[in-house]
């Protein structure tokens, strides 16, 4: 089966809830040995949890992206005991959201070290090991308001945006290794992020969506398993958007 993921070993940033926990089990499912990531005690106690209950290989590991030497250490750690990251999906992410006038530099810089400085240091920890073996996947989680950008998200959206042409870099640099470096752009997908929201405005963005629904967590692990398969080896520097329609590219 080409979607069978049996001796890989895939790393999740962000695991803990919504949107990486869907990933972590849709690997886990397919055979990968999955390691998440949580930036709590609690959030790495949910991940083994879930792992074990599920009867899922693979382990846990608080993490906060925002720290070089942090994931210096996790990814030495992983190849230490593993012997090899093959899969590497930059889902952890944050909202701080302000119009600009009133964003502060706070709050735009938070959003810029946890978005995409990250997929910066995360992508290079792990590639000289994936360049050795010359193969890898390299996903990362960026966002149709990359695409569209939107009021409010001026932060968020330069991260989003961000990923898509880091991607398109990448791909070019490592493709003669065997490494494959995609994205997945999810619209609006039901999770802690967007639960806040008023239920007035989720009606009104409902209205807007041609499948006329919000999406779930599986709608954007499902991509992130496709191209994590070998179904997906000859397709690199992409953004899949999964959005129901909201946004065509
Ligand atoms: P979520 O439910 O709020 O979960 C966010 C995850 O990121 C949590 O596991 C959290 O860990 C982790 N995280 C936050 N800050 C971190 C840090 N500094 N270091 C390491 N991990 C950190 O969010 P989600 O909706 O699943 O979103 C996942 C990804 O999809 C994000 O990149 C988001 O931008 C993107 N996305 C979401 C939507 C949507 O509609 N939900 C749409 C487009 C794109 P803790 O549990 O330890 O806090």
Redesign the pocket.
Request: aromatic fraction near 4%.
């Given at each position: 089966m080409k979607n069978n993921l049996t001796g890989k070993i895939a790393l999740i940033?962000?695991?803990?809830?919504?949107?990486?926990?869907a990933i972590i089990i849709a690997l886990g499912k397919q055979g990968a040995t999955v390691i998440g990531?949580?930036?709590?005690k609690k959030?790495v106690e949910n991940i083994d949890n879930k792992l074990k209950k599920l009867n899922i290989k693979g382990s846990s590991v608080i993490?906060?992206?925002?720290e070089e030497s942090q994931i210096v250490t996790v990814t030495k750690n992983i190849i230490d005991n593993y012997g090899k990251i093959d899969i590497l999906v930059?889902?952890?992410?944050?909202?701080r959201d302000n119009l600009l006038m009133r964003m502060s530099f706070d709050e735009w810089d938070d959003v810029i070290n946890?978005?995409l400085s990250?997929v910066y240091k995360m992508s290079k920890a792990v590639l000289r090991s994936m360049m050795k073996q010359r193969s890898g996947r390299i996903i990362s989680?960026?966002?149709?308001?990359g695409a569209t950008g939107n009021a409010g998200q001026t932060n968020?959206a330069a991260t989003?945006a961000g990923i898509i042409g880091f991607t398109k870099s990448l791909a070019r640099e490592v493709g003669a290794r065997g490494i494959t470096v995609n994205a997945v752009?999810?619209?609006?997908?039901?999770?802690?992020?967007?639960e806040k929201l008023p239920s007035e405005y989720k009606k009104e963005l409902t209205g807007q969506i041609p499948l006329n629904k919000?999406?779930s967590?599986d709608d954007?692990a499902n991509a992130v398993l496709f191209l994590a398969s070998d179904s997906a080896c000859y397709i690199t520097a992409q953004t899949i958007h999964v959005n129901g329609g909201l946004y065509a590219s």
């Open positions: 940033t962000g695991a803990s809830r919504g949107i990486g926990d990531t949580a930036t709590t959030g993490l906060d992206v925002k930059n889902n952890a992410g944050i909202v946890t978005n990250s989680i960026s966002s149709v308001i968020y989003k752009a999810p619209g609006f997908i039901e999770t802690d992020m967007t919000i999406g967590v954007i």
